[in-house]
């Protein structure tokens, strides 16, 4: 893998920039990239190639990029795909860092695409490539265009701290755009696009050293290299730069199921989720949400609670206000006494309602005393951590009305402001947003903008969790291939920890059944069979059975396993009852981002509930205690195991074991491992343990 930050450095800020099949129409794709350079007056010095004429917009043009006076920092290609690879092996030969190479017709289109694709890389050599299919880079900051996206056609764009990496070009003209409209301030835009050499990864790596951002924005379709990204995403966090992710796809459709319910329970999105969560990006799950994501968190204002204050002008709109907050989980409390006694000194009277939450100041209009008064004594209050101030329709005749009014009180404390805008004014909306509130036309960005801030809070405070302690290697040696009977899975868990129910294997034809009176009165049959793994769906489990009628039950599975599986049994399972716990599974899952441990309850209604939440294991340890109980608390039904509504709070410590020991046998088998599940472990009261019931093992 090619290694040259320096290059990416160059890439991103070039003194001089050769543009390879440069075309004298500004209108066309193959024009605009030097005129945008022009129009934006880029201080370096510009190099079109073309051997067909003499000088574009005034500059000289070369024939070829033997002819150019010097090694170009970076090289844009507008050509075909032939000669895009010639362009590319004549740049690397002059010892050009990078090339941006526009041409489409590689990856993107199949197999020989694919071929050409490697052809240019291999090419390239130790030049850095972006792209192929790329619309290239914009470096707001230092105002340099490199691409022909139409979206430079704007005079001018706000220089702020938010940068933009996306894999989709078209999206980032769309996000620039969008941006410029609102007041958000951008500092670099790439389009990684076929990501045959530079990744998101490589740009998250140098975004993490760029000054000038503060706020990482990603289109991600997928992640090529998750190892890469994983570590460079580790990175950010470490550095206080909050990421932002948009992942498309979510749609499980094509997503073929395994044969245990955690391959159905999985699927690619979820392992995104998870991924996403192991190294604190925040993704967006609506497009519109990822620049209100962006401007919140592009303030140097910290959210460290959940209280917000609601200051309006509009009775109505405050109600949405609050509700959009409510569903977000935040808290909109009266003001405390000596805050409603400020607010009530603002307006003596009752013209406006100035002692609760929302602060209405509809009647007594927009004075900028009032405002100024009530944003301090707001901002100033022990009872809120955050302020959201609503733009009626009158502030359209003065918007610099309450922008100034909260220009002035925005000293009192480092706590966020946000505005909601009533009606639809964009303009109004730009003005709070420059100012350093960032200003939101929907109700509902509110609450995602406040539980965005929350989080990057939460993880910057959060401490790391204890490592786990790696525990002795087992040996496996002996394990057989393919897919295990029961009870061999359930050895193999036993051998890390986790107990299973007490059980006895007996043959096909078994003749003496006295020894099993051991396990009650009453027990619980199942078919043995490495190749049925939904046992219950061919009449291969029954519950309850009495010890005298076993004989006879056996017989008859037998005969209704054969009819419907086409399997015949290799013997038979008979298993204590157990009764009185909670059924809980357990399971792992594999895709190109890695291995994840998935959690939720279990039994047979497990695929029709999907409670569930997964953890990516880490390359080279098991889950640890704290990871494995913070997978139990996501669940939705967590409370079941913590003492819901009087019942008696389940084993979670020995829940816990089980868990780490199960991501411990993950760990330790690696690649053996194909499918690995506990459907249902019983997890029973506080000091009584778990039992597994059930269990699926597949190994290679």
């Not at 599986?565 to 157990?578: D, N, P, R, T």
Request: proline share 5%; aromatic share 4%.
């Amino acid at each position: 893998m090619k290694q040259n930050t320096q290059a990416i450095h160059q890439l991103m800020s070039p003194k001089s920039v050769a543009v390879i099949g440069a075309s004298t129409d500004p209108t066309k794709t193959a024009g605009r990239p030097v005129a945008y350079l022009l129009k934006h007056q880029f201080k370096g010095k510009i190099y079109p190639v073309n051997p067909r004429v003499e000088s574009i917009s005034g500059l000289t043009c070369y024939p070829d990029v033997a002819s150019l006076p010097e090694t170009p920092d970076v090289a844009i290609i507008l050509l075909g795909i032939d000669r895009a690879l010639i362009a590319v092996k004549e740049l690397a030969a002059r010892g050009t860092p990078a090339a941006i190479v526009l041409t489409s017709g590689y990856a993107e289109v199949g197999e020989e695409g694919i071929r050409k694709q490697e052809e240019l890389i291999k090419a390239a050599g130790s030049m850095r490539i972006l792209g192929p299919n790329t619309i290239g880079i914009v470096n707001v900051t230092e105002t340099i265009p490199l691409s022909p996206s139409s979206a430079l056609e704007m005079d001018q764009f706000p220089s702020g701290c938010v940068s933009v990496v996306s894999q989709s070009g078209g999206i980032l003209g769309s996000l620039l755009s969008r941006c410029t409209a609102r007041g958000v301030g951008l500092s670099k835009l790439v389009s990684t696009s076929n990501e045959a050499d530079l990744d998101l990864g490589d740009f998250v790596n140098y975004l993490v050293d760029d000054d000038s951002t503060k706020v990482i924005v990603l289109y991600v379709e997928s992640i090529r290299h998750p190892e890469k990204f994983r570590l460079a995403a580790l990175r950010a966090k470490q550095a206080g730069k909050p990421i932002v992710v948009f992942k498309v796809g979510k749609s499980e459709a094509g997503i073929k199921a395994a044969i245990s319910h955690t391959g159905a329970l999985a699927g690619s999105d979820k392992m995104y989720d998870a991924l996403f969560k192991q190294v604190g990006v925040i993704r967006a799950h609506n497009f519109t949400d990822v620049l209100d994501i962006a401007a919140a968190l592009s303030v140097d204002r910290k959210l460290a609670g959940r209280r917000v204050a609601i200051l309006t002008s509009s009775g109505g709109a405050g109600t949405l206000i609050t509700d959009s907050l409510g569903v977000c989980g935040f808290e909109t409390p009266v003001p405390d006494e000596k805050t409603a006694q400020r607010l009530r000194d603002l307006q003596p009277g009752d013209q406006a309602v100035l002692d609760r939450n929302p602060i209405d100041v509809t009647l007594a209009g927009l004075q900028p005393d009032l405002l100024r008064g009530a944003i301090t004594a707001l901002l100033d209050s022990p009872s809120y951590d955050a302020l959201v101030i609503i733009l009626g329709s009158s502030s359209l005749a003065m918007p610099e009305l309450m922008a100034g009014a909260v220009k002035d009180s925005m000293h009192v404390s480092d706590k966020p402001v946000l505005a909601y805008v009533s009606p639809y004014a964009p303009n109004v909306a730009a003005i709070m947003t420059s100012l350093g509130v960032p200003a939101f036309t929907q109700p509902e960005s509110c609450g995602v903008a406040l539980s965005s801030m929350l989080h990057v809070h939460e993880w910057q405070t959060t401490k790391a969790s204890t490592p786990a302690i790696k525990k002795e290697q087992q040996s496996l040696a002996n394990l057989p291939k393919g897919s295990l009977n029961e009870h061999q899975a359930k050895s193999l868990f036993a051998q890390f920890g986790i107990p299973s129910v007490r059980e006895e294997v007996l043959d096909i034809h078994p003749s003496n059944l006295d020894h099993l009176a051991k396990l009650g009165n009453s027990v619980v049959l199942k078919v043995l069979s490495g190749a049925i793994t939904h046992k219950t769906e061919v009449g291969g489990v029954a519950i309850n059975v009495p010890i005298q009628d076993l004989s006879a039950r056996i017989a008859q599975m037998a005969k209704d396993v054969q009819t419907k599986s086409g399997h015949q049994a290799e013997g038979f399972l008979v298993q204590e009852m157990v009764t009185g716990g909670v059924e809980f599974m357990m399971g792992m899952y594999k895709d190109t981002l890695g291995t994840a441990i998935l959690v939720g309850m279990g039994g047979i209604t497990a695929e029709l509930f999907k409670d569930t939440a997964m953890c990516l294991l880490h390359q080279d340890q098991p889950l640890s205690e704290s990871e494995a109980l913070s997978l139990l608390k996501e669940l939705k039904t967590w409370p079941l195991l913590d003492g819901y509504r009087g019942r008696p709070k389940c084993d979670v410590a020995a829940l816990v074991q089980a868990i780490v020991g199960f991501s411990n046998l993950v760990l330790q088998m690696g690649d053996h491992l194909v499918e690995a599940e506990i459907n249902p472990i019983f997890v029973f009261q506080e000091g009584q343990g778990v039992k597994a019931a059930d269990g699926v093992v597949i190994t290679v």
